[in-house]
């Protein structure tokens, strides 16, 4: 469920022309794991972004990648496809650019609300990611906590927690401080 004081900023983004251009590339990738284009709900910018940080995570972490690669048996699709051409892979660097977009239309609770979801669903597609959704928690948690995230947290992930939102990230983590 998304927030719905981001409803008007959200329309607005979506209908720029290039955005959803820009996914097209990872639209197979995509397929069923978010809503698209043609179905489109407030919430696709929360698990488009929790989505495309944890693949992101996959690329900038080579650790992390294989760790994860031993847990479910391979790497997630979307995460291949990021990974084609290497650590400069031009859909990587695409993905980079669509997170940096997306940290304005993203709030914290539904962030977390989606991360949660996706955490708990037994579906394959999602339990591909779920040591991924756990790192991604550690970091968000250390931020919160005033600490440095791993060193190869991504760095639009980073923006978006560190800043006008760390404190709302802070009470959602810490509820009884």
């Not at 719905?4 to 794991?33: H, M, T, V, W």
Request: hydrophobic share 40%.
């Amino acid at each position: 469920m998304s927030n719905s004081a981001n409803k008007p900023l959200r329309d607005i983004a979506r209908k720029e022309d290039d955005f959803f251009g820009r996914l097209a590339a990872l639209g197979p990738a995509l397929q069923g794991l978010v809503p698209d284009d043609v179905n489109y709900t407030g919430d696709s910018y929360d698990e488009l972004f929790v989505l495309l940080t944890a693949a992101y995570y996959l690329v900038t972490d080579p650790q992390l990648r294989r760790r994860n690669a031993d847990s479910c048996g391979g790497t997630p699709k979307l995460a291949s496809l990021l990974l084609d051409e290497g650590r400069n892979d031009k859909d990587a660097k695409l993905v980079a650019e669509v997170l940096d977009r997306l940290i304005a239309y993203v709030h914290p609770a539904d962030f977390f609300d989606s991360l949660v979801k996706m955490h708990a669903s037994q579906d394959i597609r999602f339990k591909e990611f779920h040591l991924v959704f756990e790192r991604m928690t550690a970091d968000l948690w250390r931020i919160a906590s005033g600490l440095e995230p791993a060193e190869a947290c991504p760095q639009p992930l980073r923006d978006w927690s560190m800043g006008p939102h760390l404190t709302l990230i802070y009470r959602i983590l810490f509820p009884q401080v």
